[in-house]
C-alpha cells in the first residue's frame, strides 16, 4: 500500500478502477490506515508470542534455555516469513497487491474504527507534544520541475526519443531566456525608409521573411514592423513609395532582454504577436525574436529557414566542423551533441573571447573542456569562422547529419 506509484493510483482511479479507488480513499487516510495494519500486524505478533512459549513449555519444560530458543525461533519466522519476504514481495508487486488488499482492509478499517480511533487520541497527542503536524506534508508528493525532469530521462523504455527530447526542452522553457534563441542586432535584416524605392523594393522582393523591420537612418529609430504581403500589390503595381510603406506598417512589440522563454510564449499568445524586438535596460535594441524561435526550442528546427541562417554550419572531410562565430552556443551543442557552458556568453565568438581574454587571431588553437577549437577567420574585432575538431565519444560525428 505505501509502495504503490501515486500518480499511477490517481490515474487509474479517475479512469474508474475500482480496486485503484478503494487504495486511494484508504491512502487518504494514511494515519487510520497504518493504525488498523499495525493493529492487527501486532496482535498477530503478541498472539504468536504467548503461544509459542506455552508451546514450549508444555513440550520441553520450564527454563531459560527453552524460553531463549522459542523466543530466537519465533523472531526468525516473523522476520522470514511474516516480515521481509512479505514486504519485499509486496514492494515489487504494489499493484497486483494493493488492489486485492483493500477489498479485506476497509471492512477491516471499518470495524476496528473505534479501536483505531482511540489508539490515534495518543498517537495525536504526541505529535502534538513534538510540535509535528502531519497535515503539513502533503505537498511532500508534489514534484517540481527538476523532479519532472528526472521522471522523464527515467522513462527512457516507455516514451519514444523524440517526445522525450521535446518534454525535456517544455520542461527547460523557465531557465531559457530571449537572448539565447534571439537573432542579434547585427543579424536582423532590416528596411532603412531612408534608402532608396527601388533599393527597398529590391529587398522586399528577395527577403525570405514573412515579416520586416523598418527604420529611419539608424537601427535604434524603429518604425515599425513591416508585414511583406500588404505591399505585394505596391510592388507589382510600380506604385510603391516611402510613404505607401509607412502606412501599412505595424507598431514594433518590445520585450525586455531576459524574458524566460515560457514567459514570452504566453506574452506571444494573450498579445497575439509573433515577432517582438528584445531591448535591454536602456532601451537600445539587442536583437529580434520569433515564435518559430520559442517553437524551435521545443520542437526542433523547421527547414523553412532563410538560406543565410542555414549554412552557420559545415562539415568537413576529416570529421571537424567549420562554425561561424555569430553560432549560437545552444544551437551548437545541440546539432554537434557538445558541452560548452551556457551560463556567460550566448555566440561561439563570445565564448572564444571570454576563454582567451583577448582579440585573438587567424591561426589561434584553443581547448575548452575536451574540445579543440582553431579559429579560422576573424573580422572587425571578432571571430568570423572557427573550426571545432570532432570529440572522441561524443555525438559531433553524425549529430549534424542526423538533424
Known amino acids: 500500500m505505501m509502495a504503490i506509484n501515486r500518480y499511477r493510483l490517481k490515474h487509474k482511479a479517475e479512469q474508474g478502477h475500482k480496486g485503484a479507488r ?12 497504518l493504525g488498523v495494519i499495525l493493529l492487527g500486524n501486532n496482535l498477530v505478533n503478541t498472539g504468536a508470542a504467548t503461544l509459542s512459549t506455552i508451546i514450549a513449555i508444555r513440550l520441553f519444560g520450564q ?55 482511540f489508539v490515534n487520541l495518543f498517537v495525536q497527542g504526541l505529535l502534538k507534544l513534538m510540535r509535528i503536524k502531519p497535515g503539513q506534508q502533503e505537498g511532500g508528493n508534489m514534484l517540481g520541475l527538476e523532479e519532472l525532469r528526472t521522471v522523464v530521462l527515467e522513462s527512457a523504455k516507455l516514451l519514444p526519443r523524440e517526445h522525450r527530447r521535446v518534454l525535456l526542452n517544455i520542461l527547460g522553457l523557465e531557465s531559457i531566456t530571449v537572448d539565447d534563441v534571439m537573432t542579434p542586432r547585427s543579424h536582423i535584416e532590416a528596411i532603412d525608409l531612408a534608402d532608396e524605392p527601388e533599393r527597398v523594393s529590391q529587398q522586399i522582393a528577395t527577403s525570405h521573411h514573412t515579416r520586416l523591420l523598418v527604420y529611419e537612418g539608424s537601427l535604434d529609430r524603429i ?51 509573433r515577432l517582438a524586438l528584445v531591448v535591454d535596460e536602456y532601451g537600445e535594441l539587442q536583437g529580434l525574436v520569433t515564435m518559430e524561435d520559442l517553437l524551435e526550442e521545443m520542437v526542433g528546427e523547421f527547414t523553412t529557414q532563410a538560406p543565410a541562417q542555414t549554412g552557420w554550419l559545415r562539415q568537413m572531410e576529416d570529421g571537424s566542423w567549420l562554425v561561424e562565430g555569430s553560432a549560437l552556443v545552444r544551437h551548437i551543442n545541440r546539432k554537434l551533441g557538445l558541452d560548452f557552458p551556457l551560463e556567460g556568453p550566448k555566440t561561439l565568438n563570445g565564448l572564444l573571447l571570454e576563454y582567451l ?47
Not at 484508504?26 to 490506515?33: I, S, V
Not at 522470514?80 to 479485506?104: D, M, N, Q, R
Open 22 to 33: 478503494r487504495a486511494l480513499a484508504l491512502l487518504n487516510q494514511t494515519d487510520k490506515l
Open 63 to 117: 527454563g531459560e534455555m527453552t524460553l531463549f530458543l522459542a523466543t530466537s525461533l519465533l523472531t526468525f519466522f516473523i522476520l522470514v516469513f511474516s516480515e521481509v519476504t512479505p514486504k519485499v514481495i509486496g514492494a515489487s508487486y504494489s499493484e497486483h497487491i494493493a488492489y486485492p488488499a483493500s477489498l479485506v482492509l476497509t471492512p477491516l478499517l471499518k470495524l476496528a474504527y473505534p479501536v483505531v480511533w
Open 223 to 273: 518604425a515599425g514592423i513591416l508585414h511583406v504581403r500588404r505591399v505585394l500589390h505596391a510592388l507589382a503595381s510600380g506604385e510603391f513609395t516611402s510613404e505607401a510603406l509607412r502606412e501599412v506598417l505595424h507598431e514594433a512589440y518590445f520585450v525586455p532582454a531576459g524574458t524566460p522563454l515560457f514567459k514570452q510564449l504566453r506574452q506571444f499568445q494573450e498579445n497575439q504577436k
Open 357 to 403: 581574454e583577448d582579440i585573438p587571431e587567424a591561426g589561434v588553437s584553443v581547448k575548452i573542456g575536451e574540445v579543440p577549437i582553431e579559429i579560422v577567420q576573424t573580422q572587425d574585432r571578432a571571430v568570423k569562422v572557427a573550426r571545432i575538431g570532432a570529440v572522441p565519444g561524443s555525438e559531433a560525428g553524425t549529430a549534424g547529419l542526423q538533424a
